[in-house]
């Protein structure tokens, strides 16, 4: 039990606490942004707290009237400046995330999906290779 | 226009208006003359006859899309609507218990709200002078009520200022006017602003800053009947031997700043949110259902359009019925008028111009999301007197909104848990809904304990995950403006674009008003040109 839960429960009373549904054991959520920064770190991370927001967690994308493309299996993240450029700059429908994201974040982030979701694209992207494009 | 003998004064002129030719012409009037200004908004398009059999596609039934449409076929024109949902409305909707949504990713929703509760997972308020929106919702019948913007008996909360605890807005706010005023007070009082100030002007100054900031006689703030009388006390005045009040100790100076709330206390002076704002009766989604009906068989609803062509001779636009499938299937028309949010429209294979092409690809839409959440009793009136209104805190569900209908009801009640329009929307949007509900209850708890017992059901919408617009609003700078806005707006060939995003109100039913009227207008001088 972590700091944050001993904070709810310095709110409620014992009796209510003793009410608790189930799902409120479970770990509390932390604030991801300070100062305008999203805080995550590590490419698996910020993968599934940025990304998987519009690319899924299973990273097959989704369609409705509009379309998310899938980064599942893309051979468009072989060369590793497309990814880099898209989280920086945005492209059309997706936005901007230079402003939001540290360098060695986004090498993190574009290194995951080129390693994962049966991509294999083995070389690291380097954060000074992001800082190069910014 | 002043004193000038035997030539009519202006009042003059608009009550001689108003005897000869009605109210109506009246104001319509007074636009011109400069006295009923505040919206863009003058009147619906009035278009004159166009030419007999002058069709037009109109291509989304949100707000924009119903506005054209009404308007080109109150003028005589043919008017088809494509639509890809099974509702009028678009972005203007409200969730009602039995209702279900399924977002991108798949993800379906049941909402259990009781009868008469809703949420309001876009707009949720209409100020006053957004006259366009106001018109089209008296014209369809819908009814309004007042929307409570500024509630001070809510909330305004920060995890670290006042050690974490919620403060009311009246307390906050008294305190951060008092101490301002007795600074400036002092400030005046030792000269310090006689370069700026005459000596008289310093007098009138010191006194209106008493009454401002409600300091006492020696122009400093105070605990006492005066600053209770704006922050609150601790026992509120009564009758008979038990009502003698109780004032309330004012917070220091340094607590006030260190909370750093101004920010919660300044959005009810925006221009958009000054009172009088309103809210329909019975959710926003009112609005576009009553257009919808209006409209009736013009609205061909689950049409997906996947290709938009034009040539010399007119527009095709390949549809598919999303319910029975099928081959793709095509409508053709003279015209057409093109609200599909830039998102989407983007990824849609379009004969347009380099210049419009670009101005549809640059944009992304912004980050939103509302949880809404049916509590089994309204404790936040009945333990807390909050009637109405918003509490805003610095937690990642930024604010709580409490209904502004329904008060003193025994029975239920919606709760809007969690509005974020911060980066942070993107990590709630990468959750399933369930935990985004989890989440808002679990900051939310922070201010009303009483969430962990009175919960009963909720429904999260994150506006990225929302599969007809992919995102909130569009965001414009002043570059982009420069570079795209223009070519957005311009007519190409036959078609022309409008919605919220061809408008300098993004975000605002105004905004998709204003651009429809705008549009139809150009949209029809072409059409009796051509
Ligand atoms: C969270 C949030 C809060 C807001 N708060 C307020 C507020 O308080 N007050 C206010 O006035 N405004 C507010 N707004 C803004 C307001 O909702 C919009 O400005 C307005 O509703 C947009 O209308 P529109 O007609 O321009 O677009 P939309 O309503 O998006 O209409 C576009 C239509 O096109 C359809 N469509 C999309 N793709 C296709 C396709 N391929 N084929 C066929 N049809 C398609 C869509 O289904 C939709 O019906 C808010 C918006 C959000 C998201």
């Known amino acids: 039990m972590g700091v944050r839960r001993l904070g709810l429960a310095a709110l409620c009373s014992a009796a209510l606490l003793a009410a608790l549904p189930a799902w409120a054991q479970t770990a509390a959520p932390q ?104 | ?41 003058k009147g619906p398009a009035k278009l004159s006859t166009p030419p007999t059999g002058t069709s037009v596609l109109i291509l989304g039934a949100g707000v924009a899309g119903m506005v054209a449409a009404l308007e080109m076929r109150d003028a005589g024109y043919k008017v088809q609507v494509l639509e890809y949902q099974d509702r009028p409305g678009g972005r203007n909707w409200s969730l009602y218990g039995g209702d279900t949504f399924t977002e991108l990713g798949g993800a379906t929703q049941h909402v259990g709200f009781d009868p008469g509760l809703y949420l309001n997972p876009g707009p949720w308020r209409i100020p006053y002078h957004h006259q366009g929106i106001l018109h089209y919702a008296q014209r369809t019948g819908v009814e309004m009520e007042p929307f409570v913007q500024t509630n001070f008996n809510a909330y305004v909360h920060s995890m670290t200022g006042y050690g974490g605890k919620p403060r009311r807005y009246r307390e906050v706010q008294a305190d951060y006017q008092g101490h301002v005023a007795e600074l400036l007070g002092k400030c005046a009082q030792q000269g310090a602003l006689d370069q700026k100030v005459s000596k008289e002007e310093r007098e009138i100054l010191l006194e209106s800053l008493r009454e401002w900031g409600a300091l006492d006689k020696n122009y400093d703030y105070v605990k006492g009947m005066t600053s209770s009388n704006r922050r609150g006390f601790d026992l509120d005045p009564g009758g008979g031997l038990t009502g003698a009040p109780r004032p309330s100790e004012p917070d220091a100076l340094g607590d006030v700043l260190s909370a750093r709330l101004w920010t919660a206390m300044s959005q009810m002076s925006d221009h958009m949110h000054q009172s009088s704002i309103f809210q329909p009766k019975g959710g926003m989604g009112m609005i576009g259902k009553a257009m919808g009906r209006e409209l009736g068989p013009l609205i061909r609803y689950n049409s997906k359009i996947i290709d938009i062509h034009q040539d010399d001779r007119g527009v095709t636009v390949t549809y598919v019925d999303t319910k029975t499938g099928g081959p793709p299937r095509t409508a053709t028309a003279q015209w057409c008028v093109c609200t599909i949010p830039l998102p989407v429209l983007g990824q849609i294979p379009m004969t347009v111009g380099a210049p419009l092409k670009a101005a549809i690809d640059h944009m992304a839409y912004t980050p939103s999301l509302k949880v809404g959440l049916q509590f089994k009793r309204r404790f936040w009136e009945q333990d807390e007197q909050i009637y109405g209104g918003i509490t805003y805190t610095d937690m990642p569900n930024v604010s709580i909104g409490y209904p502004n209908h329904g008060y003193f009801s025994k029975g239920k009640g919606v709760v809007l848990g969690a509005y ?28 009303h304990p009483q969430y962990m017992s009175e919960y009963d059901c909720g429904v999260a919408v994150a506006w990225h995950r929302v599969p007809w617009v992919l995102g909130c609003k569009s965001q414009w700078t002043e570059a982009s403006r420069a570079e795209h806005y223009d070519n957005l707006a311009a007519i190409d060939g036959r078609i022309v674009l409008a919605g919220e995003h061809v408008s300098y109100m993004a975000g605002w039913q105004e905004g998709s008003v204003t651009s429809a009227t705008d549009a139809i207008k150009r949209l029809h001088q072409r059409v009796m040109s051509a």
């Not at chain 1, 402003?99 to 694209?121: E, G, K, M, P, W």
């Not at chain 2, 709630?428 to 209850?441: C, F, N, Q, T, V």
Request: net charge positive; aromatic share 8%.
């Open chain 1, 31 to 134: 604030p991801m942004v300070r100062n305008g920064m999203l805080t995550m770190q590590g490419g698996e991370a910020v993968y599934n707290n940025l990304c998987a927001a519009c690319h899924m967690r299973d990273a097959k994308g989704a369609a409705g009237a509009g379309v998310y493309p899938a980064l599942a299996g893309d051979r468009r993240l072989a060369a590793a400046a497309y990814p880099i450029r898209l989280v920086i700059h945005g492209q059309k429908g997706m936005p901007a995330f230079g402003s939001l994201l540290a360098n060695d974040q986004i090498a993190a982030v574009v290194t995951y999906v080129r390693t994962h979701f049966a991509n294999a694209y083995a070389a690291p992207v380097t954060a000074a290779e992001v800082q190069a494009m910014r």
């Open chain 2, 1 to 41: 226009m002043t004193g000038d003998a035997g030539a009519p004064s202006r009042r003059d002129l608009l009550s001689m208006i108003g005897v000869v030719a009605g109210s109506t012409a009246m104001y319509m009037a007074m636009y011109e003359l400069g006295y009923a200004q505040a919206t863009s908004f």
């Open chain 2, 420 to 447: 974020v329009g911060t980066p942070e929307c993107y990590t709630w949007a990468a959750k399933p809904p369930e935990e985004r509900i989890k989440d808002a209850l679990y900051w939310g708890s922070k201010i």
